[in-house]
Structure formats: structure tokens, C-alpha cells
């Protein structure tokens, strides 16, 4: 319901149609197993390159304490944050042996040089914020290489 909510009033807000929501509590019209809820945190790395439709919506860069961002979580109930997206190929990971430099080298994604370098700091913050709202994570990873051979040097 929320799903729809969101897609409906995103809709709406830019076609400037008003749309009024109902929602009765006196029946259980279906239920689902707790934790199948979820929603995607990408990528997405910022506004400047993303485009102004994602603004700074990146799990590296997106305010984990925002108010609206904690009631909306705690509205899905027992849910599942899910990280990752389209450019899940281009992430690195600052662990192990990796440079900060490494790291942050820019690849190119769909023609734009991009930086998207997970640290451990963040990698702790989104782990926090994950208990707090007791959320399962569920953490996406690609196959697809430029030679289709997987290289497991960084994973």
C-alpha cells in the first residue's frame, strides 16, 4: 500500500492531479509474511550527475537521521532494505589493501566519470541505521564484467 501510495502521489504531483486516499482499518482485506515489504537504496550519485529526479538519494550520501526518511521506515513495519541498483559494477569498497585514492578513481557510467567508494565508516552508519529501524539487509552485488569473467579481488 504504501508502494502505490508513494508511485501514486509522485504521479500525481506531476501531472498537478489531486488524488485522496482512503484507508480502512476495520478489515483485514490481506496480509503478507513480516519482512517481504522493502524498499531499494542505490547508488545514485548525486544530483549533479544523477539528474534532479534523484537528488542526493545515494545510500553513500543520503541523511540516515532524516526525520521523514526514520517515520516513513518505521510506517513499513517489518521490512527489508535492499542496497544496490544499477551501477552496483562500478562500486568499490575502501577494505582490505585499497587506497582511498583506488577507492575514489572515477569510472565511467553511462558516459560520466562517477566516484563511488563505500567506506567502513558509512558501511557502519547504514548497518546502525538498519538496526534501529530493525530492517533485514539484503545487499546486492552484479556479475557483469567488462571480459564476463568475475574477478573477486575486491568482494
Not at 540516515?64 to 517515520?71: A, C, I, K, Y
Not at 582511498?100 to 567506506?119: G, W
Request: charged letters at 20%; one cysteine or more; proline letters at 2%.
Amino acid at each position: 500500500l504504501i508502494w502505490w501510495s508513494v508511485c501514486l502521489l509522485s504521479i500525481s504531483s506531476t501531472l498537478g492531479i489531486q488524488v485522496t486516499f482512503e484507508i480502512k482499518k476495520d478489515a483485514i482485506v490481506q496480509t503478507i509474511v513480516p519482512g517481504y515489504a522493502s524498499f531499494d537504496l542505490d547508488w545514485w550519485y548525486g544530483k549533479d550527475l544523477s539528474g534532479p529526479i534523484w537528488g542526493n538519494a545515494s545510500i553513500l550520501h543520503l541523511d540516515l537521521q532524516d526525520t521523514r526518511l526514520r517515520n516513513y521506515v518505521k510506517a513499513t513495519g517489518s521490512a527489508t532494505l535492499r542496497i544496490g541498483g544499477s551501477e552496483d559494477n562500478f562500486v568499490k569498497y575502501l577494505v582490505g589493501a585499497m587506497t582511498a585514492e583506488e577507492c575514489n578513481a572515477p569510472s565511467v557510467f553511462r558516459h560520466k566519470n562517477v566516484s563511488l567508494c563505500l567506506n567502513m565508516t558509512r558501511w557502519r552508519e547504514v548497518l546502525e541505521f538498519a538496526k534501529d529501524m530493525g530492517l533485514q539487509v539484503v545487499f546486492g552485488v552484479q556479475f557483469r564484467t567488462t571480459n564476463h569473467q568475475y574477478d573477486g579481488s575486491n568482494t
